[in-house]
C-alpha cells in the first residue's frame, strides 16, 4: 500500500503514521513514526524586471517593478538603495492585489539633495537570491529641516479581541512634536520586528494588521518631511493567531 503527498515544502522534515480503519471505524494504533526530509530548493527565483522611478520627493522615492518568480510561490523582494538592503521600503501593494507580481514601495528616510541608485532582488523561503533587476537613479529633492521629531512613545498594544482579527494589532501612541512639521503632518513608521508594515500620518491610534502568526514587536518611529528620524519608541511585544472570523485576511 502507499500514498503519495505532494506540496511538501523543500528542506523541511516530515513525520508520518499510518492507521486502519475498517467499516465500523474502529481504528486500530498508529504505526511507526517515518521521518523524511524533502531535498533543498537550490534554484535562484527569477529577477525582478521593469523597475522604474514614479515619484521622488525631499525624503521618500517611490519604485515599482515587476517580481520575479519561484517554483515554490512568490518570492519575497528586496530593495537595494546603492548597492545595500534597505531596512527602509514600506510596500504599497495590498493583500489580494489582483496582480501580485506588480509591486510598489516607498524607500523612506533619504537624505534631501542626495542622488540614489536602486535595485531589487527576489529571495525564496530557502533564501535562494535572484540576480538584481535593472538599476535606477533618482536625485531627491533639498531641504534645509534638519531636526527630527521627538520620539513617540506607545502607551498602549493589544491584539485584536472578539468579534476582530487576532492577526490585527491594536495600538495607540503619545504624540511626536516637530520643528517644521505641524502634528497632523508628522509620519508614524509601525515597524513590526524592524519591518515598516504601516505609515500612520498624523494619527495617534491606529490598527495595523500582521501576516506574522506569534510573536510580533512593535516600535514607532516618527518621520517628518525632510526624511528626519526619531529615535525608536519602547518596543512592546505581543503574540498573534490566525483567525476564521468573516472578513479577516487569509
Not at 465500523?24 to 526530509?37: D, I, K, Q
Not at 521627538?150 to 494589532?169: A, D, I, N, Q, R
Amino acid at each position: 500500500t502507499t500514498a503519495t503527498f505532494t506540496s511538501l515544502r523543500p528542506g523541511k522534515s516530515y513525520t508520518f503514521r499510518v492507521v486502519a480503519s475498517d467499516a465500523w471505524y474502529n481504528v486500530s494504533a498508529y504505526s511507526s513514526p517515518l521521518t523524511v526530509t524533502t531535498l533543498a530548493d537550490t534554484t535562484a527565483p527569477t529577477a525582478p524586471s521593469g523597475l522604474t522611478v514614479s515619484t521622488v520627493t525631499a525624503s521618500k522615492v517611490r519604485l515599482t517593478w515587476t517580481s520575479g518568480t519561484d517554483e515554490f510561490g512568490p518570492p519575497k523582494d528586496q530593495v537595494l538603495v546603492n548597492g545595500v538592503p534597505t531596512p527602509n521600503a514600506f510596500s504599497t501593494t495590498a493583500v489580494g492585489s489582483p496582480t501580485p507580481s506588480v509591486q510598489g514601495a516607498w524607500v523612506r528616510q533619504l537624505t534631501p539633495g542626495t542622488g540614489y541608485t536602486f535595485t531589487v532582488r527576489s529571495v525564496d523561503e530557502s533564501g535562494n537570491v535572484s540576480l538584481l533587476s535593472n538599476a535606477v537613479s533618482a536625485t531627491t529633492q533639498p531641504s534645509s529641516d534638519a531636526t527630527a521629531p521627538t520620539t513617540p512613545t506607545l502607551t498602549s498594544v493589544s491584539v485584536g479581541g472578539v468579534g476582530y482579527c487576532p492577526e490585527e494589532l491594536w495600538m495607540q501612541w503619545s504624540g511626536s512634536t516637530d520643528n517644521a512639521e505641524a502634528a497632523t503632518a508628522i509620519e508614524y513608521e509601525v515597524r513590526v520586528n524592524g519591518t515598516i508594515k504601516d505609515v500612520a500620518v498624523g494619527f495617534t491610534k491606529w490598527i495595523s494588521f500582521t501576516d506574522i502568526l506569534g510573536v510580533n514587536t512593535v516600535t514607532l518611529v516618527a518621520v517628518d518631511a525632510a526624511g528626519n528620524a526619531s529615535a525608536p519608541s519602547n518596543a512592546e511585544t505581543r503574540t498573534t493567531n490566525w483567525g476564521a472570523e468573516q472578513g479577516c485576511p487569509a
